[in-house]
Structure formats: structure tokens, C-alpha cells
């Protein structure tokens, strides 16, 4: 058998199935005959590692008949809009590998936006939920297809998980957009890969985490701001604060006209930008680089373990600040005087309101006071 006479034989059993599964599982094998004829691999030894098309789609009528409820009803549920009225104090969101989008609500009712323009059977594993407990709603998307027994199940030892390659998600995305009324007490927002963004909100504490996506949030008054992110960047501009904690394992972190009270900054192995006003000041990074504009500051605390630093500090009358770096040169700047060569110790400046201990490793330093 050749692969053309394979493929039509497989378009052939498939048409009892609906037009759009059709056309993901042909163009799955598709791949996967281009694959393998990439790596050298002949027709008949890729068709035999597919396996007997009248065995798959028998698995794959059995599968389709249990879930034929399922299907039904994520129809319905491929796109939800929600409106909430009552009292909350608080928004907790949970998108899994969805991209969850924060904004303001104009009617001052929490709305809710759920859309998965994914694959047919990428849309079958997710089920969109809402409810509120002791004055928290929480709304979410979850997984309720793992698809790896399915996908195991349908193509035996070819095939090791649903999503990396047989129905293939096809493009498209998964997203829970909500609209957050003025004055809530605190929203969280959770995602495993998903991206998080929040803009014009006005709240009183703002949680946002995510395994890999990226966080971008800009325009927002509040109170506490808590942020992390494990392999993304994170970008911040527009932010009135009185306290920030932002956290990267290895992504980036770029702040942008920010005012924040006491700031907290720290990524492992990510470079760290930040034009802000802020009274407390902790940076740090494990390998990359930092460039702080620092305006008004009281206290700052910066390391760098590997990379560069370069922090200015403007608009005080006195400042103490603790700066350590790994190995290299380094060098203070003041306004209207030259640059000064330095090493490790304690540095007094002006009247001597400004105290500035540094410690160096690794990589050059400049400090501008």
C-alpha cells in the first residue's frame, strides 16, 4: 500500500465523522507521513507504524459515542458571556493554558468572556465554570480531557500525548476575558502557560501568576500588587502602588513609570529595567543585568550576581544604599561632579545624607547620584 492509497482510505472511514475532526486527523497524518520521510523512513515501514485505519476508527466511533454528550454541550460552550451583579470583595481566576485579559467594567458588574476558537476536540477538553463562595466569585477554565489515555488509546505506541501531535490544536486560542469593577478588594488571576494583562484597573490588591506566559499590566491604582512569572517576561508601566513584589524565575523584567512605595524586584537569571519612584527599593538578579532610574528613594538594595548594573538615583537629599556585584570596575556619577573610581566599602556624597556601600564580583558597575 502507498501512502496516497493509505490516506484515501482513511478520508474514506472518516466520513461519517463531522467535516472539521475530519480534516485535523488527515492533516495530522499528513504530517507525520512528512515527518517520517524527512528522517529517511520509506512508505510502508510509516504506514505500518500508524497501524490498520479500520482499527483506529473503530477506537475512535467508540470514543466519539461516549463523549457525544460532551460534544453537545461544548457547543454551547466554545463561547460564554456572563454578567454578575451582587457584592463581591474579591475576583479569583484560574485559566490553566488560557490567556486571562483584566480590564475595567464600565457598569461596575463583574463580565465575563469566555472564548476557545481551538480544534473541535482541542475545545472538548475544556470546560468553562463560574460560581461564588462566601463573597468570592471565581471563574476559571479547566482541563477535563487529559487526552493522553485517548490519544494512546487511538494510535497505540505511535502517539505519546493528545495535544503534541494528533488533533493538534490547530491554532486559534483559549481566553477568559473580565471586566473588574472600580474599587474590588482583591483579584487574583493564576494561569499554568497561559499570558495574563491587566489594564485601567483600580483595586485594592492585584495577584498575578503563571507558570510560562507573560504578564503586562499598565494603568492601575491600587494598594498591593503581587506578580510572578516562571519562564516569562513581565512589562509594568503606569503603576501606582504602595507596595510591589515582582518575581521572575528567567524571564525579563521591565518597569515603566511606576510609583510604588516599597518595591521588591528579583529575577534568577532575567535582565531587570526600571524607570520608577519609590521610597524601599530591593533588585536583584542571579546573571543578568540591571539598569535602574531610581527617583526619591530612601533606601536601595541592588545585586547582581554575573552581569552589569548601571543605577541612577535622582531627586533626594539623602539616600543609603547597598549595591554588590560579583568581580569588575565600578563607578559613582554625581550631578555637576566627574566620575569616581571605586571598590568595596561605605561612600558619603553631598552633606553627607547620602551613604552608598558597595560590594563588587563580577561585571561594571555605574552608580549616578
Not at 108 to 128: H, P
Not at 239 to 250: L, T
Request: charged share 30%; hydrophobic share 30%.
Amino acid at each position: 500500500m502507498t501512502k496516497n492509497d493509505y490516506l484515501d482510505s482513511l478520508k474514506e472511514k472518516l466520513e461519517k465523522f463531522g467535516k472539521e475532526l475530519q480534516e485535523e486527523i488527515l492533516e495530522d497524518y499528513r504530517q507525520h507521513f512528512a515527518e517520517g520521510e524527512k528522517q529517511g523512513r520509506t512508505e510502508e515501514e510509516i504506514i505500518e507504524e500508524l497501524g490498520n485505519v479500520e482499527e483506529m476508527i473503530r477506537e475512535l466511533s467508540e470514543m466519539d459515542q461516549d463523549r457525544e454528550p460532551d460534544r453537545e454541550y461544548k457547543k454551547i460552550e466554545r463561547e460564554r458571556n456572563c454578567t454578575y451583579i451582587g457584592e463581591y470583595k474579591g475576583i479569583e481566576l484560574s485559566g490553566e493554558e488560557a490567556d486571562i485579559l483584566l480590564e475595567p467594567s464600565e457598569e461596575n458588574r463583574i463580565q465575563v468572556e469566555y472564548k476557545n476558537d481551538k480544534g473541535a476536540e482541542t475545545q472538548l477538553q475544556y470546560d468553562f465554570y463560574q460560581y461564588d463562595k462566601d463573597g468570592i466569585f471565581f471563574a476559571g477554565v479547566r482541563r477535563i480531557h487529559s487526552g493522553e489515555n485517548q490519544r494512546i488509546k487511538i494510535l497505540g505506541k505511535i502517539m505519546v500525548t493528545y495535544q503534541s501531535h494528533f488533533f493538534g490544536n490547530n491554532g486559534g486560542s483559549i481566553q477568559l476575558r473580565v471586566r473588574v469593577p472600580k474599587g474590588m478588594l482583591r483579584v487574583s488571576a493564576a494561569a499554568t502557560s497561559g499570558d495574563i494583562s491587566a489594564c485601567d484597573l483600580e483595586v485594592g490588591e492585584l495577584q498575578c501568576k503563571t507558570g510560562s506566559g507573560d504578564i503586562d499590566i499598565s494603568a492601575i491604582r491600587l494598594k498591593k500588587l503581587q506578580i510572578g512569572s516562571g519562564s516569562g517576561d513581565i512589562d509594568a508601566s503606569g503603576i501606582r502602588a504602595e507596595s510591589g513584589s515582582i518575581h521572575a524565575a528567567s524571564g525579563d523584567i521591565d518597569l515603566n513609570d511606576c510609583e510604588i512605595g516599597e518595591l521588591a524586584c528579583s529575577t534568577a537569571s532575567g535582565d531587570i529595567s526600571m524607570k520608577a519612584r519609590t521610597k524601599d527599593c530591593r533588585c536583584s538578579t542571579g546573571s543578568g543585568d540591571i539598569d535602574l532610574k531610581v527617583t526619591g528613594p530612601e533606601r536601595i538594595n541592588c545585586s547582581a550576581g554575573s552581569g552589569d548594573l548601571k543605577l541612577q538615583i535622582q531627586d533626594v537629599d539623602g539616600v543609603e544604599a547597598k549595591i554588590s556585584q560579583g568581580s569588575g570596575d565600578a563607578a559613582i556619577y554625581r550631578k555637576g561632579e566627574g566620575g569616581r573610581r571605586i571598590k568595596g566599602g561605605t561612600y558619603t556624597y553631598g552633606n553627607g545624607a547620602c551613604k552608598v556601600k558597595v560590594s563588587i564580583g563580577s561585571g561594571d558597575m555605574e552608580l549616578y547620584i
